[in-house]
């Protein structure tokens, strides 16, 4: 049996190609006392990852050169020498970009099947949705008749947040990049306006325009010029949420423009940064609220699938040209069981 | 009897100068019944002021060309005909640069010539020492044994908010625009270090190194450059509290320059804008804690004092090129009884 692996072979400067990509071949090896063998079922592609590959301290460690690309990944248990995990058993990970894994079984957690179609695991169900979850919630705080803007709104993250905005009695505006995006958050999730940032002519106006009352809570996923925009329209002590700033994720050099600063001042504006894994003790509650909310039909969950394990570098790279709406994944194999 | 008024003749483009302020002169108005005519004692002039000579929406609304400048104002009630104001009380509110106000009495607040110097009411005990404390404490949150940055630390509110987080057992670095302010911060007030900024060749190392276990808190009043320096310094959820942003007050297009946001990310930092009157709910019991620690000793004072109304312009000009150690006010008149 082949084991395909993908290995960053170089670091990207700026923004990522294939060739800092390489498969690699290996036979599977096999599993000894204590291990599990996995096969990849789902692989999730991420921007976060981009910061990983730049050889800079963030809050991740860098990605190796030579080494597998980690991320989030659902697998199947093929074979175990583990106790607590059965084989046929489905887990979530961080794990190698790779098709098969011989794995000691830490820090994987096992989703139940029946609870929703696995690959949510890594989405709505996963860190796009607590992401979400933790950013809106605890960050932003939206109360009921405010106005609530995200950037990157048909993104895995921004389609949560804007429905979890709606959920609390919110006006919701999302910023996206296609007609197509804008159409599918206005009448697929819910959103009551949609700005294409790419066609319209003047953003300041058109924030101003779909947020009559000001912006109370404001969900970064992209940064720059975008976020400018909204920060004119920004309410007397409204909320930031910084999430992601894909604008800068490719640059070689620190990001410059508009200081945000002065306006904070004038408009006693929180803004905080996260990530995730800052709200680790309260996964739990949030994933149960999250899966609660989806089973009651409140919240609408989309994909864009990519099938085959060679589609992986293609998939990762799509999300700088704003190719997907809702979470991008990759599909590598069927479940066996 | 003549009373001198000063009023904003001209909006400023970048510095303020002399000629954006013009002198003039009435007769003192006699009061009616309800109405108390006041001598101004000290007149306070503030950074903030310069934001409130621009025709921009800001946090208060802009002071009128052709009207007198507003501030803050301790003065002496020398005629009443209103029964909550005495004759020879003393008393601190919004008043014009004017040496004598007819006024209903509204928003003035009487002080206790008994528990400390007049003038404190414009500085330590008044909106400059609430100002220090609500964003230190409210926003930045130090933790013993935790490193507090304050920029402009020689000023009115940076001199009680290095004080105060050396109460609170912190390490506490200063960054200020002389030497002999930064001898002042250490020798008088206990600070644990002082950056000069126009002096030191590398202000992002400077930081670093009065900084080994990185940056918890920093207390920002002057933005620009000297706060890149610190940003490079921040931990993992460290807060900035952004009270004041003098590099740019005389701009005149929006500042520019290096981009926080992806700094507040990678290290899930809370940046927050404020200004005192956030907080006017806990305005009594925050002037009694510093009063206690003012009548204590725990807090050391100094002010710079110009004497005489002509001068309050000059005051006024100094603060944008850093003249003042302490609390800058002018000294208008003796109190008579």
Redo the contacts between chains.
Sequence with gaps: MKNKTIILSSRPKGTPTQDNFEFTQTDVATIEEGEVLLKALYISVDPYMRGRMSDVK??VAPYEVGKPIMGGVVAEVLESKNEKLQKGAVVVGNLPWQQYVVHNGKGLNPIDPDMAPLSYHLGILGMPGLTAYFGLLHIGQPKEGETVVVSGAAGAVGTVVGQIAKLKGCRVVGIAGSDDKIEYLVNELGFDEGINYKTTVNINEAVAKACPDGVDVYF?NV?GEI?DAVYHALN??SRIA????IA?YNNTS??????????????????????VN?YTSEFGHAAKELTTWLQEGKLQYQESVKEGFEQIPEAFLGLFSGENTGKQLVKVAEREV
């Design positions: 963030s809050y970064d940064g976020s007397k002590f910084i999430c992601g700033q800068f620190p990001a410059t423009g508009l200081r945000v600063e002065p306006i904070l001042l004038k408009k006693s504006v929180l803004m905080k940064g996260f990530i800052d």
